[in-house]
C-alpha cells in the first residue's frame, strides 16, 4: 500500500486543515495508509480551533514527491491551488465543494463533489455513509470549518446540510453554544492590526485562470471595514508589487465584515471595467467597490466574474 | 423546479441508458424533475434489455436547448462525448466513472465518481445511501448495465463492489442465473454481420483529445474475430473516409472477443508508432495488432495512450 498524503489548498483555511485530518482519518478506516498534511502554516482561526480541541497543526509540505507520488485532495480541485508537482502526481480522491477547473486525470478516481457551503459537510456525509464513528475532535474540527465556511450559517451558500451537519457536529464535539463558540473563533481570524500588508493580501488568497487572465482573489474577514480602510494605500501597494511580480493580470481583495454580512472590494490591476459589469457595480476613485450583502468569493464573487470573462456556461 | 435531462453518452451503451433510467428515478425522489433521454438510438444489446424487463428505449435527443438548459450526466464528463450544446449548459449533476478530462464548470455542483467498473454500480449504492428502493425493472437495467461493462465481471475494470451490486441487482430484478441471462444479453451485441462497416466501426466509438491529437476509439464485441477479420478491408476504408471527413487524426477500432476476453486492435492514421510503444508489440501489414488479454478500453487502452502521447501524470 503506498502512502498518500491528503491535504488542502494553499492558503489553508479551517475547512481546508480540517477537512484533510477528517479525510485521512476516514480513508485509514478504509484501510489507506494516509497523513494528512498542509500546504502552507494555519492560520490564527484556524489556531484557536486546534488549540480548542488539543489537535496539532498537520505538518507543512510544499512538494509531494519523493515521498510519495499518491495524493487526496480536500477543498479544491484546481492544479494552481494544489501542491506545487500536482502535475506529476496520481490523484486517487478528491472531495470538494467549489467549481470543477482544471482538473484532468488520465485515470478514474474517487471524486466527490457537492454544492454545500463546506467541505467537511461532504465528508461528515460519508462517514454517516460508511458507518464510521467521528472521533470528538474531528468533530470540533469539522464543526468549526462549517462556521468558518459559511460565517455562522449566514452565507449564501450555506444549505440544510450544512445546518443539520454543524448541529451534529457539536453534538459530539460537545460544544453546548456553537454560536458563542463561532463568534470567539472568527473574531480570533480577524486581527487586521496584528497583520502586516503582506500578510493581508496573502493569507486566504487564491488563483484563478479566467478567460485567459491570471486573477488573483484574497478575502479578509474583519469586524469593523474601517480596519483595513485606513490602510488601505498600503495594501493597494503590496497588490501591486505582489502582482507584478506574479504577473497577474487582476487583484482583488474582498474585504468582509463577519458581524454585518457585507463586503468593499479593492481591485489593482486590468480589466477594472469587467469587475465593475460582473457586479453592475463601480470602484470609487480609491479603487473600492461596495458589494453590500457579498460575502462568498466562491459563490458571489467567481462565478459573475467567470460569466463576464469568459461567457460559456 | 427546472426540468432537467439526464443522459449518458454518445452512441450509448447500456450502461449509459441504465445509469441514466436509474440516475432519473433516483432524483425524482429528492424532488428534482427529470427525464431520462438518450444521445442517439440503443444498441442491439441495450435493445434487448429493454425488451426483456419491459422498459421502453428513451427519447433521443441532439440538443437540451431550447428545451431546457440544466442537465445531468451520467457515465461521461468529457465534453466531446456529451450533448452537441454542452457549452452552453449548466451540469447540476454527474455520476462517472471515467478518467476526469476536459470538463470545467462556472458554479459547484454534485459529481459523484469511483473507479468502478461499472456507473450503474456507483448508483446502487447510492440508492442503498438515501434508502431508495430499486424497482425491479431499474434494478435489471442496472444489473445489465454491469454485466456488459465487466464482460460477465472478467474485465480487469471490475471491483469488488461491482460483484457485490450485481448479486444484488440480480435478486431485485428476479434473473436466477445471471450468467446464462448474461450471455444471451451479450451475444444479442454482437451481431457483426447485421451491421454495415460503418455501422461497426460508429456503434461504440469515442472521442478522445491525447497530446493535441484527435483519437477515436471504437469497440466492437464479437464471439468470433474471424467474423470482424474477413470484412477488414471494408472497415479499413470505412475508418479512413470517417478520419478525413471528421478530422481524427487517428481512429483505433479495439475487436473484443467477449467469450475469450482477448482483442485486436485495427489502427488508422498517426501516430501509429506511438500506439505501437504504448502497447510495446507492433501492427502487422494489415494494420492490426494483437491484445490478448485487453478487454477494456477505459482501462487498458486510453491510459497507456494518454501515457505515450500526453507523458504528464
Excluded: W
Amino acid at each position: 500500500m503506498t502512502k498518500e498524503l491528503v491535504f488542502g489548498h494553499q492558503n489553508p483555511d479551517t475547512d481546508a486543515i480540517a477537512a484533510a485530518i477528517a479525510l485521512a482519518y476516514l480513508e485509514k478506516q478504509d484501510g489507506y495508509e494516509t497523513e494528512a498534511v498542509a500546504l502552507g502554516p494555519v492560520n490564527p482561526e484556524t489556531q484557536f480551533v486546534l488549540d480548542y480541541f488539543g489537535v496539532q497543526a498537520p505538518r507543512v509540505v510544499n512538494h509531494a514527491q519523493p515521498e510519495t507520488d499518491q495524493v487526496m485532495l480536500v477543498d479544491h480541485n484546481e492544479p494552481q491551488q494544489s501542491i506545487a508537482d500536482i502535475a506529476e502526481l496520481k490523484v486517487t480522491h478528491v472531495v470538494d465543494h467549489h467549481r470543477i477547473s482544471g482538473f484532468n486525470t488520465a485515470q478514474p478516481l474517487y471524486y466527490r463533489a457537492a454544492p454545500y457551503g463546506c467541505c467537511s459537510t461532504i465528508i461528515t456525509q460519508m462517514y454517516s455513509e460508511e458507518g464510521v464513528t467521528i472521533p470528538k475532535e474531528i468533530a470540533g474540527l469539522m464543526m468549526s470549518a462549517i462556521i468558518s465556511d459559511t460565517l455562522l450559517l449566514k452565507s449564501p451558500t450555506t444549505t440544510d446540510v450544512d445546518r443539520d451537519a454543524l448541529q451534529a457536529l457539536a453534538e459530539i464535539a460537545d460544544v453546548d453554544n456553537y454560536e458563542d463558540y463561532g463568534i470567539q473563533m472568527l473574531k480570533a481570524g480577524t486581527n487586521v492590526a496584528a497583520k502586516s500588508a503582506q500578510e493581508l493580501i496573502d493569507s486566504d488568497a487564491k488563483s484563478f485562470v479566467l478567460g485567459g487572465k491570471n486573477v488573483r482573489i484574497d478575502q479578509i474577514n474583519v469586524v469593523d471595514l474601517a480596519d483595513v480602510n485606513a490602510r488601505l494605500t498600503e495594501i493597494k501597494t503590496a497588490m501591486k508589487t505582489e502582482a507584478d511580480a506574479e504577473n497577474y493580470d487582476l487583484f482583488l481583495v474582498l474585504v468582509t465584515n463577519v458581524l454585518t454580512s457585507n463586503s468593499e472590494l479593492i481591485g489593482v490591476g486590468e480589466p477594472q471595467d469587467v469587475v465593475a459589469a460582473a457586479f453592475g457595480n463601480q470602484f470609487d476613485e480609491n479603487d473600492v467597490m461596495q458589494l453590500p450583502g457579498v460575502v462568498s468569493r466562491k459563490k458571489q464573487v467567481v462565478p459573475p466574474l467567470t460569466e463576464q470573462l469568459q461567457p460559456t456556461k
